[in-house]
């Protein structure tokens, strides 16, 4: 099964919003709302940052929004900050029972 | 506060076994499941399986047969066995917990070479 579609790379000022949107089928993530995203800095573990499209687990910022349409998740990041950047991954269920990730988007705050 | 520490070999001949255990400090813990995923060098995050609180396991199609994933919930551990490694499972390996609903629980990961 192929990878989710991410960017490769998005970038934006600080204070600035950007979205990163991550393209699927309706095979996952038009399948269920059951779509995460991850913050990752290179050297430790990624973090869970939304999970079920829109939720944030808690002592996440509230800058990270997730949202939905169709075949497309795409998250958010108002107020873009220094510490923001970072690879982000996002990942579906699929209907085949199982769990796919997309390939990664990098982050830069200019 | 719960915290996961993994252990296992970090360098492997083609064709060994790759074995890692994962444990949890913390708990008990309802409605959850265990995650293996692992990154190769330069690469994105891959899904490698897991096992969930009832002992029901999914794994990825592409190494579903060569990979055992286990719990021993008494000892709050789960493990992954890789059979016959090659060099395109140089990784590094990371164990999750999930609370579903509340949060993820990461180790540190472990990076495994395989080289010969």
């Known amino acids: 099964q192929s990878a989710l579609t991410q960017p490769a790379s998005v970038s934006g000022s600080p204070g600035q919003p950007i979205t990163i949107s991550c393209t699927g089928t309706s095979s996952d993530v038009g399948a269920y709302n059951f779509v995460s995203w991850y913050q990752h800095h290179p050297g430790k573990a990624p973090k869970l940052i939304i999970y079920?499209?829109?939720n944030r687990p808690a002592g996440v910022s509230n800058r990270f929004f997730g949202s939905k349409s169709g075949n497309t998740a795409s998250l958010t990041i108002f107020g873009l900050q220094a510490e923001d950047e970072a690879d982000y991954y996002c990942?579906?269920?699929?209907?085949?029972?199982?769990?796919?990730f997309g390939g990664g988007t990098k982050v830069t705050v200019l | 506060q719960v915290q996961l520490q993994q252990w296992g070999a970090g360098l492997l001949k083609p064709s060994e076994t790759l074995s890692l255990t994962c444990g949890v400090d913390g708990g008990p813990f309802s409605n959850y499941y265990w995650t293996w995923i692992r990154q190769s060098p330069g690469k994105g995050l891959d899904w490698i399986g897991d096992i969930w609180h009832s002992g029901s396991t999914r794994y990825n199609w592409s190494v579903r047969s060569r990979v055992t994933m286990s719990v021993d919930t008494s000892r709050n551990r789960f493990s992954l066995i890789v059979n016959s490694v090659t060099a395109a499972d140089t990784a590094v390996y990371y164990c999750?917990?999930?609370?579903?609903?509340?949060?993820?629980?990461w180790g540190r990961g472990t990076l495994v070479t395989v080289s010969s």
């Open positions: 999750v917990l999930t609370i579903i609903g509340v949060d993820d629980y």
């Open positions: 990942s579906s269920h699929t209907v085949s029972n199982t769990r796919i």
């Open positions: 079920d499209v829109t």
